[in-house]
């Protein structure tokens, strides 16, 4: 049988996630471990790799949301043929195609059925010539609207005009247009300074209901870095915290983490917001899970997010900046995070007001 490749339960609340890249490509030929294709869902990118050996056959293109155990993809082995149902959906698009003169024989690499609210949007398969790449097809005769109140994902056009109306340009399917890539960054921090000012503060509030934790002491030295940047000082009147846990996701806000006493950092940190806070510049934290280096995902339109991953045998921190280079470019981001490395290891101007 086939291996199959769904998409796994990201975490509490998660339905599901977004194919964001397939690194193997359509007929590819992928070994057990391979990685397979990119998985995004909130700040969480995940890769899917292979359980097998064989050919990688897509299901759904990148850039279409899944649910949770929606199928993607298969990887085939020697012999092997697709699921019976996408092979009967080819025969009946075969037997369709007979009546155009000028026909070609065709074979489908996949139909996405499900968007993201759950809609089926009748998503036309890509066409293939049998043994080549993919070729455009005459425009199929139904045209396929959205429900009122519901987003259109894809579109397929037809080739039937009411007298007046416009030519409709031949193409099968038409894909929402790419975001540019955000840039990585990466370094790493010892935190030993860090983990003292910590136990200090412990004592010194002991009669107070609050916890001083590694991600709070992050978030003040990302504040003061964004209000020393002069072009990055509008992204520090509001930071957000993602903090992963086993349970799930829990969001906090910080307002002007830069200002202030660095109490009040720590306060606003014991007040979890409902959501997702959404913010220009946001920090992630995976350290409940002891990961050694963690790449968060960009929302659309935040200027940057900082990942923080801490193995669990050592005090040192990865903090992985990923970045939108239109809105912070390369100098200007090294230098972030260069500043924030700094305040790290020697973290006690970060109590002064």
């Given at each position: 049988?086939?291996?199959?490749?769904?998409?796994?339960?990201?975490?509490?609340?998660?339905?599901?996630?977004?194919?964001?890249?397939?690194?193997?490509?359509?007929?590819?030929?992928?070994?057990?471990?391979?990685?397979?294709?990119?998985?995004?869902s909130g700040f969480i990118s995940i890769d899917i790799e292979a359980e097998s050996k064989?050919?990688?056959?897509?299901?759904?293109?990148?850039?279409?949301?899944?649910?949770?155990?929606e199928t993607v993809g298969y990887v085939l082995g020697q012999g092997e043929r697709m699921p019976a149902d996408l092979a009967a959906s080819e025969a009946d698009v075969a037997a369709g195609e007979e009546d155009d003169e000028d026909s070609i024989a065709v074979s489908f690499i996949g139909t996405a059925t499900v968007g993201a609210f759950g809609e089926d949007l009748g998503v036309p398969p890509v066409p293939k010539v049998a043994g080549g790449e993919p070729v455009q097809l005459r425009p199929r005769r139904h045209l396929f609207e959205p429900e009122e109140g519901k987003p259109r994902l894809w579109e397929q056009v037809t080739d039937e005009k009411e007298p007046g109306d416009e030519p409709i340009p031949n193409s099968a399917v038409v894909p929402a247009p790419a975001r540019p890539r955000p840039l990585v960054m990466r370094v790493a921090v010892p935190m030993t300074e860090a983990a003292r000012i910590r136990e200090q503060l412990a004592i010194e509030w002991k009669d107070e209901?609050?916890?001083?934790?590694?991600?709070?002491?992050?978030?003040?030295?990302?504040?003061?870095?964004?209000?020393?940047?002069?072009?990055?000082?509008?992204?520090?009147?509001?930071?957000?915290?993602?903090?992963?846990?086993?349970?799930?996701?829990?969001?906090?806000?910080?307002?002007?983490?830069?200002?202030?006493?660095?109490?009040?950092?720590?306060?606003?940190?014991?007040?979890?917001?409902?959501?997702?806070?959404?913010?220009?510049?946001?920090?992630?934290?995976?350290?409940?899970?002891?990961?050694?280096?963690?790449?968060?995902?960009?929302?659309?339109?935040?200027?940057?997010v900082l990942g923080m991953a801490q193995p669990v045998i050592t005090t040192a921190a990865t903090l992985t900046?990923?970045?939108?280079?239109?809105?912070?470019?390369?100098?200007?981001?090294?230098?972030?995070l260069g500043r924030v490395r700094e305040l790290l290891v020697q973290p006690y101007a970060l109590l002064a007001e």
């Open positions: 049988m086939p291996s199959t490749l769904t998409v796994p339960r990201l975490g509490k609340g998660s339905p599901g996630g977004l194919i964001a890249e397939w690194y193997a490509p359509e007929g590819a030929t992928v070994e057990p471990g391979d990685r397979v294709f990119r998985l995004e064989g050919i990688v056959r897509h299901v759904v293109p990148a850039g279409i949301p899944q649910f949770e155990g209901p609050l916890q001083v934790r590694d991600e709070a002491t992050i978030v003040r030295a990302v504040g003061h870095a964004l209000q020393e940047r002069i072009p990055l000082k509008p992204y520090g009147e509001s930071v957000g915290l993602s903090l992963l846990t086993t349970d799930g996701p829990e969001w906090y806000n910080v307002d002007r983490p830069g200002k202030g006493p660095f109490k009040g950092v720590v306060r606003s940190l014991s007040n979890v917001v409902d959501e997702d806070p959404a913010r220009p510049v946001t920090v992630v934290s995976y350290r409940a899970f002891g990961i050694d280096s963690a790449e968060p995902r960009l929302a659309d339109g935040a200027a940057m900046l990923v970045y939108d280079p239109e809105q912070v470019d390369d100098h200007l981001a090294a230098a972030f």
